[in-house]
């Protein structure tokens, strides 16, 4: 099978990924895949602090209970608060409205995170 992995975004070997333009944060078609039906979504809050590889919340499908990882280390300024009441749009759309966090961050954190064709051969 194969998944999409948007070009413009940079990911983490544990599945997460982030829009180096937006800051936006959430989890791969891949991850949103292996997990199955996600039912419940635990996220910080505004002004909260992640740090990179730290873990920012847990996400709940019917298979797993799953942490999920800051891409980058920075401050928390927005929650897709849909989420808390739709969390299956992870699913039904990874990359746009199924979105996580929107982070305020060091661009230099961009560095150590894999490039969409770095993650693809992960994937694959």
Do not use: C
Not at 9 to 19: A, F, G, K, T
Not at 44 to 71: N, T
């Amino acid at each position: 099978m194969s998944f999409d992995v948007p070009d413009d975004l940079r990911y983490r070997e544990s599945h997460e990924w982030i829009d180096p333009e937006t800051g936006r944060v959430g989890i791969s078609e891949f991850a949103q895949d292996e997990l199955g039906d996600v039912v419940f979504v635990e996220l910080p809050g505004e002004g909260d602090a992640v740090d990179a590889g730290g873990e920012f919340g847990v996400v709940e499908s019917i298979k797993a209970v799953s942490d999920l990882y800051a891409p980058v280390s920075g401050e928390v300024v927005g929650v897709n608060e849909a989420l808390f009441d739709a969390p299956e749009l992870v699913n039904d759309d990874p990359f746009g409205d199924g979105w996580m966090l929107e982070l305020e961050f060091d661009e230099g954190d961009l560095d150590d995170l894999l490039s969409a064709d770095e993650y693809a051969d992960q994937i694959a």
